[in-house]
């Protein structure tokens, strides 16, 4: 028997518009990266149709995971999140997400850019859809790990990059499947688009006031 990898998406126009117009899109922006492996995170132990119906909230919460601005927050700004009824109020997931911001700037110093070092563990080649995690899911989190990134297990790994499109895990038989080849193909193809340049303003002085990540 085939596992679809698309039949989720026919509960609801909201995932069904997610599933035509976001999941598997490649992506190569740090910060919309960084938004997805969070919300990823926000979705452990839930429905994503729950994190969709509060993404919104959750986006405006954490500064539309500006890389800067969530690595700056404080306790004040946790309480702040912490009293929102319309965002996931999990204290553990909010002090993860904080810890890992700081962890992606690291990364962005040492990589030239969090998606250079995401899109570094793209299967070479993949003709089929998988239906578990594969061995670069499994390097993925291995490596986000050493980072000592947070709240990272091999399934949310390999469903963050199922969403942005690092793996294309749409049904053969599915027509969003050829249009993200199609996307993936010019995205290569294109001198420096698929690994975009470091931002310059990404590390200026304000760097060396940065706070430390908050210890759970």
């Known amino acids: 028997m085939t596992t679809s990898n698309c039949k989720w998406h026919h509960e609801t126009k909201l995932l069904t518009d997610y599933h035509n117009t976001e999941w598997g899109y490649p992506c190569t922006n740090d910060q919309e990266l960084f938004q997805k492996i969070s919300l990823e995170t926000m979705q452990a ?122 793996i294309n895990d749409h049904d053969l038989t599915c027509p969003i499947r050829t249009t993200i080849e199609q996307k993936l193909k010019n995205l290569l193809l294109t001198p420096n688009k698929r690994i975009p340049p470091e931002d310059k303003n990404q590390h200026d002085s304000r760097d060396k006031n940065r706070p430390k990540p908050i210890q759970n």
């Open 45 to 166: 132990g839930l429905s994503w149709r729950t994190i969709l119906e509060k993404k919104h909230d959750i986006c405006q919460c954490f500064k539309n995971f500006n890389l800067k601005e969530v690595a700056s927050f404080n306790t004040d700004t946790i309480e702040k999140i912490l009293s929102n009824p319309k965002v996931i109020r999990n204290r553990k997931k909010i002090h993860a997400i904080i810890h890992n911001a700081n962890i992606a700037i690291q990364i962005q110093k040492q990589h030239g850019s969090f998606s250079q070092f995401i899109w570094n563990h793209k299967p070479k080649k993949q003709n089929t859809p998988f239906s578990s995690p594969p061995k670069e899911a499994i390097q993925l989190t291995r490596s986000l790990k050493q980072y000592e990134w947070k709240f990272i297990g091999e399934t949310t790994c390999y469903a963050f990059m199922q969403a942005a499109g690092i």
